[in-house]
């Protein structure tokens, strides 16, 4: 914790040293404040947490937030039977600070749903993320409540979405993504309601294609609800197409007013 505490200090420091910096228009000054502000929040950890059950597609979202390919060495395991047994950690490619950790299904014979979140080792991250590739069933519905009396925020996402789109263009007369996607969302959040989880925060998304659907809402999102320590540390780690993204719609509603 005094780690932790010592690197905020200094984290406050460098940007106060940034803001001065800028007043200056030196631009060699300006340049060696953001270096150090930027080193300084390569020290700040964050730790996501990303359960779901079997071919829900935990691995891919591991591998699609840090930027890697399924394919890639340094990828987490794919594949459609459980591949994680056990808690397994991967680190940003670029920030090493920002780990993801890959956790096994709950209500499995090893990590039952009662004792999932203390066998995991609930208290070292900082927010959950629980997937499904459907609809979210009892056992989400009792981790995200578990999550909650612990004082940890968690966010549902529902992956796959691309491959449900293509399956109802296939079978529908009038197909129209937008009523699709408002479906699918609906279905979710009441099914969620429905087990007692109030007002849930359900994200569509696509593994393979960042770029549509909910990733960036769901990043936004995260950011906001952050501390202000680790949000910058969120959007240095967020895949480059991500950030465009974002900064472009922030810098089009900053230039509505």
């Given amino acids: 914790v005094s780690s932790i505490k ?13 803001k001065e910096a800028l007043k200056t228009g030196d631009a060699a000054l300006i340049a060696e404040k953001v ?17 779901g059950e079997t071919g829900s597609g935990k691995s891919s979202f591991v591998n699609a937030f840090r930027g890697v390919d399924n394919k890639d060495e340094n ?10 047994k056990e808690v397994k950690s991967y ?9 993801l950790w890959d956790l096994p299904g709950i209500g499995t014979t090893m990590f039952p749903a009662d004792k999932y979140l203390k066998l995991v080792g609930f208290k070292k991250f900082d927010f959950f993320i629980i997937i499904s590739a459907d609809r979210f069933r009892e056992n989400d519905a009792k981790l995200a409540q578990e999550i909650q009396k612990m004082g940890k925020k968690f966010y ?3 992956t796959k979405i691309d491959l449900d789109m293509k399956n109802q263009e296939r079978s529908q007369r009038d197909f129209n993504e937008k009523n699709n996607l408002h479906r699918i969302r609906k279905n979710c959040i009441e099914g969620l309601e429905k087990l007692l989880i109030p007002s849930p925060k359900v994200f569509l ?3 393979f294609d960042l770029h549509l659907y909910d990733f ?21 780690a967020l895949p480059n ?6 900064f472009c719609c922030r810098r089009y509603k900053n230039n509505s007013y």
């Fill in 216 to 236: 960036e809402r769901l990043c936004n999102t995260l950011e906001k609800e952050l501390p202000q320590h680790q949000q910058h540390v969120l959007l240095l």
């Fill in 35 to 51: 270096k150090e502000y930027l080193e300084k929040h390569e020290q700040v950890p964050l730790n996501i947490a990303v359960t």
């Fill in 205 to 207: 998304i696509s593994n």
């Fill in 6 to 18: 010592k690197n905020l200090t200094e984290l406050v420091r460098c940007e106060e040293s940034v």
């Fill in 75 to 84: 990828a987490a395991a794919t594949g459609c039977v459980e591949t994680t």
């Fill in 241 to 246: 197409i991500i950030v465009m993204e974002i």
């Fill in 91 to 99: 680190n940003h490619p670029k920030y090493p600070n920002v780990t």
């Fill in 156 to 158: 549902f996402v529902r």
